[in-house]
């Protein structure tokens, strides 16, 4: 299994300003992967974070609002740019690994960001 | 993201009986299907995941998978109250969740 760690585990940021949350999981996974769950919601998938390259999007989530990065097997960021309230919300890091076709996904325990 | 869909609940049970959790997806060349569990406040924990058509068991958990009606269930037998959360089904490689079902086991 895997632990993943972020930080900060919670924020209050005004509107306008940025972010950056971390996640560093303790040993090597296949993908990791950024979430949002909005309160009583379920995840929503941000974009798949890439090593060495930019990030997937999916749709209705862009580069410039959500920059990612990921350096290393166990490394990435996750930027919440140009702020304002809709982007209060829980995000998720989670890495996934495994072998031969089975894979197992492991969530880091949130950071939690109210704007105002 | 590719649909996944779950009854929204709240779904209500007594201890000690099965409760059953369904999720429908709607990309048919999804290949692996995930059940999680997550508590109120908390991340979502990996309860079992499946590949292959069929029932897979762990527990008092098992997982059923109908890849030819794309529906992946859930279900857990003699229910105690610590089964009471919310239970998200993830389809595919990308791991896109359902909406969630709420589940209550009531003493």
């Known amino acids: 299994s895997a632990v993943i760690s972020q930080k900060p585990s919670r924020d209050i940021c005004q509107r306008g300003t940025s972010l950056t949350i971390q996640c560093q999981v303790d040993s090597q996974v296949t993908m990791m992967f950024w979430y949002r769950q909005q309160p009583g919601q379920s995840l929503t998938l941000i974009a798949t974070a890439n090593q060495g390259s930019e990030a997937t999007y999916e749709s209705g989530f862009v580069i410039d609002k959500f920059p990612i990065s990921r350096p290393n097997l166990t490394f990435s960021t996750l930027t919440v740019s140009n702020m304002s309230p809709e982007d209060s919300s829980i995000y998720l890091c989670?890495?996934?690994?495994?072998?031969?076709?089975?894979?197992?996904?492991?969530f880091g325990p949130g950071t939690r960001l109210t704007v105002t | 993201q590719k649909e996944v869909e779950q009854n929204s609940g709240p779904l209500s049970v007594p201890e000690g009986a099965i409760a059953s959790l369904n999720c429908t997806y709607s990309?048919?060349?999804?290949?692996?299907f995930f059940w999680y569990r997550q508590y109120s406040g908390k991340s979502p924990e990996l309860i079992m995941f499946i590949y292959s058509n069929g029932d897979k068991e762990d527990g008092r958990f098992t997982a059923q998978l109908n890849k030819a009606s794309q529906y992946v269930s859930l279900l857990i037998r003699d229910s105690q109250p610590s089964d009471s959360a919310t239970y998200l089904c993830a389809v595919g490689n990308q791991f896109y969740f359902g909406t969630g079902t709420s589940l209550t086991v009531i003493p």
């Open positions: 990309d048919r060349g999804s290949q692996s």
């Open positions: 989670s890495g996934v690994a495994g072998a031969s076709g089975v894979y197992e996904q492991y």
